[in-house]
């Protein structure tokens, strides 16, 4: 069975966005010993203009993280998840998109 150059493509974007992401939310909860949240936008000031890109990349992970809590905790219905779950794929491919083509960039490629 062969993949389609495009499908492949879009699959590694897909992988490199999640991991990426993951990468991001766990390297700022290292470093600032809190949690990465969408919250951080509403701390105002520079705070907040320097979270924006923590923000951006770590999407896919925040949102699937609190999807998955929601589910646990609180019993969100299954299509909440499921929907949940494709856009942060969505994302995930997009700024998986982005950290790729930046690598090429800086590799020269």
């Known amino acids: 069975m ?3 150059p495009a499908a492949y493509d ?3 974007a897909l992988f490199i966005g999640f991991a990426f992401a993951g990468l ?4 700022f909860e290292l470093f600032t010993t ?9 701390a105002g000031g520079l705070a907040a203009v320097a979270s924006v890109p923590v923000v951006v990349f770590s999407a896919p992970f925040l ?5 998955v809590r929601g589910r646990r905790i609180e ?11 494709m856009i942060a794929s969505l994302w ?3 700024s998986g998109r982005v950290v790729l083509d930046l690598l090429h960039l800086l590799g020269g490629a």
Do not use: K
């Not at 949102?63 to 999807?67: C, D, K, S, V, Y």
């Not at 019993?75 to 779950?85: D, K, N, T």
């Open 75 to 85: 019993g969100r219905p299954f299509i909440f998840v499921m929907l949940a779950s």
């Open 2 to 4: 062969l993949i389609e």
């Open 24 to 27: 991001l939310a766990s390297a």
């Open 92 to 94: 995930s491919m997009a």
């Open 34 to 42: 809190q949690r990465a949240d969408f919250r951080l936008l509403q």
């Open 63 to 67: 949102i699937l993280r609190n999807t």
């Open 10 to 12: 879009a699959l590694q």
